[in-house]
């Protein structure tokens, strides 16, 4: 059983900038993919950004431009940056993963940007 643990999140001022992590515990057959979503209230969860085995990398079209991610740690761990924060990049945030067949999500960090 995958478990993820993430960090960073907050209060963030617009035009800032924020940093999400995350590790995936108890990897046995390797993640396929390693990524973020978003959820704004009353909207549907959203891709922000995922990283494929070979660094395929899928990001969504309203942050494009705006990010760096990276998987590191034998592929268990991922990071987020996302620059030039907007009032609408609040949400809360969830990693995701992929193994052996099932989707594993995390808690969710909650990002609040303020104009």
Do not use: M
Not at 67 to 93: H, M
Not at 106 to 114: A, D, F, I, L, P
């Amino acid at each position: 059983q995958v478990q993820l643990v993430e960090s960073g999140g907050g209060s963030v001022q617009a035009g800032g900038s924020l940093k999400l992590s995350c590790v995936a515990n108890g990897v046995i057959f390797g993640l396929t993919t390693i990524g973020w979503y978003r959820q704004a209230p009353g909207k549907q969860r959203e891709l922000v950004a995922t990283v494929g085995r070979g660094s395929y990398t899928s990001v969504g079209d309203s942050v494009k431009g705006r990010l760096t991610i990276s998987r590191g740690n034998a592929g268990n761990r991922v990071d987020l940056q996302l620059n030039s924060l907007k009032p609408e990049d609040t949400a809360v945030y969830y990693c995701y993963t992929h193994e052996n067949s099932r989707d594993y999500w995390g808690r969710g960090t909650q990002v609040t940007v303020s104009s």
